[in-house]
């Protein structure tokens, strides 16, 4: 009779590890969409293999208002992830010294990140940096170190690893654009959850943990190298925080490869509605879209007074102030036209005077550059726009 086969060798079933995985989520946490079950769950994976990528994912659980679930979010994640490291207010020294220590890395699950990057916190351009740089494996953080001399040398920290955050509000665009971000909302009254009671559910998701791990030396040789085919339309950046999700999802097969593409078109529209942009790419889209509606040129008091009446815009009070003339030829000034001229305003003939205004065909090459692609029922022209000639 043969020897039993060790465990340690036995082929973990992917696709049922991560239903389970999925479930124990779905246990505690109610998310937004079926989309953001399927991402987290992907995203729980992907923790155990990230030497097998070239970027990582951020995961963000944010919300308008507190009590929305984005702690309990973050503390079922930390059952399944591998060494994760609670952090809040942390420096971005101690993570970025954390990240290198030779014992392991971590997964950092940072709660509050508002307090880090809100609006009464500052910039805190260093762990913005960090958190940048850590999105890819070759991602290191420099910094000044005492020698054996006593002078100082320039050491270059490893940055790469996991992170999920969660928060009020909106991070830094350079964070959200590495992100899957999932927009936590409070509990309606007919929305039932299990209560995480620590001593007795981490327990449960450790031994999940423990298997994902498990499973994660069976995928090397499936992720590894894998290039994952998109869905239309996810590329670049978007593709880049997706493409480890899908790869785990190829690698466990079952119904995770659709169900993986379906999330990732959800989540990846969703981002670019709520993504508004630069201000100046919102000028230019708000230009596009609201004020140049089927007209070829209008001179700028007509764009003034169109744009600062736009609902829902920014433009009658910034800083406290109506965009003004001034600013808008500033604004623009900073894109280009499609002969490599910036674009300024031109003399418009208009019921016989002369006036500066803006010409569409100044502005189509940065519409086609930097805009979201138009809405898909254009809008009808605002009374009065008619062509002036």
């Known amino acids: 009779m043969s020897a039993p086969t060790p ?5 973990v079933d992917g696709a049922l590890l991560l239903n389970e995985v999925e479930a124990f989520h779905r246990r505690f946490n109610v998310f937004p969409s079926e989309a953001a079950y399927v991402a987290v769950t992907l995203w729980d994976a992907h923790a155990h293999l990230l030497d097998c990528f070239d970027s990582t994912p951020r995961l963000a659980f944010l919300s308008p208002e507190p009590g929305s679930g984005k702690s309990r979010a973050l503390e079922v994640v930390e059952t399944l992830v591998p ?35 809100g609006p009464k916190a500052g910039d805190n351009e260093e762990l913005r940096g960090f958190l940048n740089a850590g999105h890819r494996r070759t991602g290191v953080t420099y910094r000044c170190v005492a020698d054996a ?6 050491q270059a920290f490893p940055s790469y690893c996991g992170v999920a955050v969660a928060g009020l509000g909106n991070l ?5 654009t590495r992100s899957v971000i999932i927009r ?21 998701g450790h031994k999940l943990r423990d298997r994902l791990a498990q499973w994660a030396e069976h995928a090397r040789g499936f992720v590894m190298g894998a290039w994952p085919e998109m869905p239309d339309g996810v590329a670049d ?14 690698a466990v097969g079952g119904d995770w490869p659709e169900r993986a593409r379906e999330a990732c078109v959800t989540l990846v529209t969703a981002s670019r509605a709520n993504d508004k942009g630069s201000l100046g790419i919102r000028l230019l889209a708000d230009l596009r879209d609201h004020v140049m509606v089927g007209i070829d040129r209008l001179p700028t008091v007509a764009i003034l007074d169109r744009l600062n ?33 910036p674009i300024a305003s ?18 189509h090459d940065a519409w086609q550059r930097y805009c979201p692609p138009p809405p898909e029922s254009p809008l009808p022209p605002l009374p009065g726009t008619e062509t002036l000639a």
């Open 184 to 204: 936590m909302r409070r509990r309606a009254r007919n929305e039932k959850v299990e209560p995480f009671r620590a001593r007795i559910h981490e327990v449960e």
């Open 237 to 250: 950046r978007p593709a880049d925080v997706w493409e480890p999700l899908l790869a785990i999802a190829d």
């Open 7 to 11: 465990q340690s060798s036995v082929p």
């Open 172 to 176: 830094p665009d350079t964070i959200m």
């Open 309 to 341: 009446a736009l609902d829902d815009a920014p433009w009658a009070d910034l800083q406290g102030k109506p965009l003004d003339n001034r600013r808008l030829s500033k604004m623009l000034a900073d894109y280009m036209t499609a002969d490599n001229e």
């Open 83 to 117: 060494d994760p490291m609670t952090a809040v207010n942390a420096s971005a020294a101690a993570l970025f010294r954390s990240v290198s220590n030779p014992n392991g890395r971590p997964t950092i699950l940072f709660d509050e990140i508002d307090t880090v990057f």
């Open 346 to 363: 031109r003399n418009i003939k208009a019921a016989g005077s002369v006036l500066k205004g803006y010409y569409a065909a100044d502005l």
């Open 149 to 154: 001399a006593g002078g100082q040398s320039v």
